[in-house]
C-alpha cells in the first residue's frame, strides 16, 4: 500500500485511492496524469479488485508496455488488460465477429491493403475520380466510420459533389470488405462500436465483467472510441479517464476535444481532479511552452508550476540549411556525450515529417552515433516482409482478395495482369472471393487453357500451404519459403540498396516468427502473429533497451519524456502544416502539436530552423514558423545563423518578412565555427558505436557540403 500511495502529492494520491465512480483527471504535461493510471490499478489490485476487471486503455502500444513495465513493479504478476483501443476492439472482435459479419480469423487490412481495396471499390462502384481522388474519398469514408456513419446514413446525408461520390464508394468498400473477411484500422472501432450498440446483451456482459476501464490521453478519442467507453460504462459508471485539452493532436483523425470538455456533462457525479505540479520539466521550459500555448484562442488556461531547479535557457536557432541543422545537431549530441554529460538515450529528435530525418540520420551514421528511428510499420512494408506475410494472411483466411492479388504471381508464374482481370470480373460478378473464383477457373469462358492451368498450380500449391496453417509459426513461415522457392525468387530479382537487404530482411521476419512462437508456446497461433503484426504502430519499435538516440515525429512522441530534445524544422508550411493554415481550429491544433513536442523535454531544449531546405531536391527559402514569434524570446538563447556558405540564391535573405526580427545575440557555442576533427571512432566512446555503422562512411573531417554534395547525400 505504501509504495503505491507514498510519493505522490495529495491530489494525486485522492485520484488513485478513488475506485468506484467516475473520475476526470485534467492536467497539463509531466504533471502525472500517467503515472496515476498505473498507480491506481496497483491501488485497486490492492483493495481486492480482481485483475480482469480493469481494462487501461492507451494511445500507442508503448505506452501500455510502459505501463505494464511500472505496475510489475507495484504489483507484479498481475494479469490488467493494458492496451490500444484498436487492440482491445480487435480482441472483443474475435469472440464476436459473426455479429458483424465476419468470422473469427478475420483479417485486418493495413494502410496499403486498405488502399488497394478502395481502388477496387472505387472501380467497382463505377465512379468518376474527377471530383474526387481514391485519398479524398478514402478519408471521406474514414471520418464517416470515426464517426459511427454507416453507408445508408452517408447516402442520406446530401453534401458536396466529393462527399457524394464517396458515399456511393462507401456500401462497395464495406461489402467488399465484409466478402474478404477483413477489416481496416477504422473498422475495428466502428463494428465494436456498432456490436455494442446494436447487442445490449453483450453490452451489459461486457459492461459488468470490465467494471473498471480507464482511459489515458483521452483528449485524443473520436466519437467511436466515445460510444465504445460510455457504452461500456452505464450499469458500472467507473470510467477513468486523464487528459489535456492543450494536447489534443488527433483532430484530423477525428478526435473530439468534446469528449472532454462534456466528460462533467456525461457523469454528473464525476470527481474530478485537477494536477497542477509538473515534475518533468525545468522552469525554464515549461515557461516556453506555456507562452506558446497561450497564443490558442479555444482553450481553458491552466496553470502550472514545478519545483524542478532551473536548467539551461531554451535554445532557439536558425542554420542556413537542413544539412547544416542536421551537421550541428549531430555534433551537438556528439560534444554532449564526450563532455560526459550525457548518452544517446537521453536524445531525442522531433520533426512534424519522417521524410525531414534523412540528413538527420545520415550526419548521426557518419559520427558513428547510434540511433533509432521511431517508424514501426516501415519494417513490415518492405516487398519481401509484405510478400511473405500476404501469403501467411492468405492461409489464414482464403477470403484475403487483396493478398491474393499480391501473391498470385509473386514469385512469377505466368499468371498475368489479363488472366488476373477475367479473374476479378468473374469474383466480382459471382461474389465471391478470388481464390474460390481460381478454383472455378473452367468456368470463367474466356479463360484460356493455359492460364487455367497455371491458376490450378498456383491453388494446389495454396492447399499446401493450407494444410500447415496450424503448424508453428516458424515452421509454416519456412515451409512456404521453400515451396515457394522465395529466396531464389528474390536472388534473380532483387536489387541491393545500400540501406537494404531483402534476404537479411527475411531472416528478420523469420526471427519475429521464431520470437513469436517462443512467446505464445500454447496460445500462439497465426492469427494473432498478423493481428500484432497489423497493429504495429509508429511508435512500436521503440526499445528502451537500446542506447540510441531517438528520432520521431511529433505524433509519435506524445506521453513520453526525454532529458534531451531538439524539436528541427519549425518553419512554415511544415509547422504550420501547409494545409492546416486556412483553419483557425487546424492552426491551433498545429500549435498544440509544438506544444506536445516542447513538454517532452526534461532537461534541455533546442528548436530549429534552417534559411533555407531542400524539398525534394529543390531548394526552398524558408519563412520561420510564426509560432516562433511567440515565444519568450527575451528569456531564450536566440542564436542566428552565420551565414558563411555561399549559395547560388544571394537575394534569399530579404525575402523573410518583416515580422521576423531575431533578436542577435553572441552565439556561445557556434558549432559552425567548430571543426570535428579526428576519427569519430575515436571521440565518440565504443560502447555508443552504432554497429551498424560501417567504418567507411565515418567521415574523418566535417567539412562544409557544397549544395550539389549535399543533394547528393539527399
Ligand atoms: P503527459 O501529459 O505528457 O502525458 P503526464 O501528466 O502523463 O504527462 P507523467 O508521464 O505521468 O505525466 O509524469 C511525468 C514525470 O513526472 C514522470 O517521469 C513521472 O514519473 C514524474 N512524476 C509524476 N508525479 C510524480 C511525483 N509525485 N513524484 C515524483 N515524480 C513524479
Ligand atoms: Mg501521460
Request: proline letters at 5%; charged letters at 25%; a negative charge.
Amino acid at each position: 500500500m505504501d509504495a503505491i500511495t507514498n510519493n505522490l502529492t495529495p491530489a494525486q494520491a485522492d485520484a488513485v485511492t478513488h475506485i468506484d465512480g467516475p473520475l476526470l483527471i485534467i492536467a497539463g504535461p509531466g504533471s502525472g496524469k500517467t503515472r496515476v493510471v498505473t498507480h491506481r490499478v496497483a491501488h485497486m489490485l490492492s483493495q481486492g479488485v480482481q485483475p480482469w476487471q480493469i481494462a487501461a486503455l492507451t494511445f500507442t502500444n508503448k505506452a501500455a508496455d510502459e505501463m505494464r513495465t511500472r505496475l510489475e513493479r507495484l504489483a507484479p504478476g498481475q494479469a490488467v488488460w493494458m492496451g490500444t483501443f484498436h487492440r482491445f476492439c480487435a480482441q472483443q472482435l474475435r469472440r464476436y465477429a459473426p455479429y458483424v459479419g465476419l468470422s473469427e480469423n478475420y483479417s485486418i487490412y493495413d494502410m496499403s491493403d486498405s488502399k488497394s481495396a478502395m481502388k477496387r471499390a472505387i472501380q467497382a462502384a463505377g465512379v468518376s475520380t474527377s471530383h474526387a481522388t481514391p485519398e479524398q474519398i478514402a478519408s471521406a469514408i474514414s471520418k464517416a466510420k470515426n464517426r459511427l456513419i454507416t453507408p445508408e446514413i452517408m447516402q442520406q446525408q446530401t453534401g458536396r459533389a466529393g462527399d457524394s461520390v464517396a458515399a456511393r464508394v462507401y456500401p462497395v468498400y464495406q461489402q467488399q470488405l465484409l466478402l474478404a473477411n477483413a477489416v481496416d484500422f477504422d473498422d475495428l472501432l466502428y463494428h465494436f462500436a456498432r456490436l455494442l450498440r446494436e447487442n445490449p446483451e453483450i453490452r451489459g456482459e461486457l459492461d459488468a465483467k470490465l467494471k473498471y476501464i480507464m482511459v489515458d490521453e483521452y483528449q485524443d478519442t473520436n466519437l467511436a472510441q466515445y460510444a465504445i467507453v460510455r457504452a461500456m460504462s452505464v450499469d458500472h459508471p467507473n470510467l477513468a479517464v486523464t487528459g489535456d485539452p492543450d494536447q489534443s493532436i488527433y483532430g484530423w483523425r477525428g478526435a473530439d476535444l468534446n469528449n472532454i470538455l462534456d466528460f462533467e456533462k456525461d457523469y454528473p457525479s464525476v470527481k474530478t481532479v485537477r494536477l497542477e505540479q509538473n515534475y518533468r520539466s525545468t522552469p525554464n521550459i515549461l515557461a516556453v511552452a506555456d507562452q506558446l500555448i497561450r497564443h490558442n484562442r479555444r482553450r481553458k488556461a491552466k496553470e502550472l508550476y514545478t519545483e524542478n531547479a532551473d536548467g539551461d535557457n531554451v535554445i532557439l536557432r536558425q542554420y542556413d540549411d537542413g544539412y547544416q541543422e542536421a551537421d550541428a545537431i549531430a555534433d551537438e549530441i556528439a560534444e554532449q556525450m564526450m563532455a560526459g554529460t550525457a548518452e544517446p538515450r537521453d536524445f531525442a529528435i522531433f520533426c512534424r515529417m519522417n521524410a525531414l530525418t534523412r540528413s538527420l540520420e545520415h550526419a548521426l551514421r557518419s559520427r558513428g552515433l547510434p540511433y533509432q528511428i521511431i517508424n514501426g510499420v516501415e519494417f513490415y512494408q518492405r516487398k519481401e516482409v509484405k510478400d511473405l506475410l500476404a501469403y501467411l494472411h492468405l492461409v489464414n483466411n482464403p477470403n484475403h482478395d487483396v493478398a491474393l492479388q499480391r501473391i498470385i504471381n509473386t514469385p512469377t508464374r505466368s499468371i498475368g495482369a489479363t488472366t488476373l482481370g477475367r479473374l476479378q470480373a468473374f469474383a466480382d460478378a459471382q461474389r465471391i472471393p478470388m481464390l474460390e473464383a481460381a478454383r472455378r477457373a473452367s468456368e470463367i469462358d474466356s479463360m484460356s487453357k493455359r492460364a487455367q492451368t497455371m491458376l490450378w498450380n498456383f491453388v494446389t500449391l495454396y492447399d499446401r500451404l493450407r494444410r500447415m496453417a496450424t503448424a508453428p509459426l516458424e515452421e509454416l513461415l519456412r515451409f512456404l519459403i521453400e515451396e515457394t522457392k522465395y529466396i531464389s525468387y528474390l536472388e534473380r530479382t532483387a536489387v541491393e540498396k545500400e540501406d537494404s537487404n531483402p534476404i537479411a530482411n527475411v531472416d528478420e521476419l523469420v526471427s519475429a516468427a521464431v520470437e513469436f512462437d517462443r512467446m505464445h508456446p500454447d496460445d500462439g497461433s497465426l492469427e494473432a502473429f498478423l493481428e500484432q503484426v497489423a497493429l504495429v504502430s509508429d511508435t512500436d519499435k521503440f526499445e528502451d533497451a537500446g542506447n540510441r538516440v531517438t528520432l520521431m515525429t511529433l505524433h509519435a512522441a506524445k506521453g513520453l519524456e526525454f532529458p534531451r530534445v531538439f524539436v528541427i524544422a519549425v518553419e512554415d508550411d511544415l509547422l504550420p502544416h501547409y494545409r492546416s493554415k486556412q483553419d483557425d481550429q487546424q492552426l491551433e491544433e498545429e500549435r498544440r502539436l509544438l506544444f506536445v513536442g516542447i513538454t517532452r523535454a526534461q532537461q534541455w531544449l533546442q528548436l530549429s530552423y534552417a534559411k533555407r531546405r531542400s524539398v525534394r531536391g529543390d531548394i526552398r527559402v524558408v519563412i520561420p514558423s510564426m509560432f516562433l514569434s511567440e515565444l519568450p524570446r527575451a528569456d531564450m538563447n536566440v542564436i542566428e545563423a552565420r551565414t558563411d556558405r555561399d549559395f547560388f540564391d544571394d537575394g534569399a535573405d530579404e525575402s523573410y518578412p518583416d515580422s521576423w526580427d531575431l533578436v542577435q545575440e553572441p552565439a556561445p557555442q557556434d558549432d559552425a565555427e567548430k571543426e570535428y576533427t579526428g576519427d569519430a571512432g575515436s571521440v565518440i566512446p565504443d560502447v555508443y558505436r552504432d554497429p551498424s555503422a560501417s567504418p567507411a562512411k565515418v567521415k574523418a573531417k566535417r567539412t562544409t557540403p557544397t549544395i550539389a554534395a549535399s543533394l547528393q547525400t539527399a
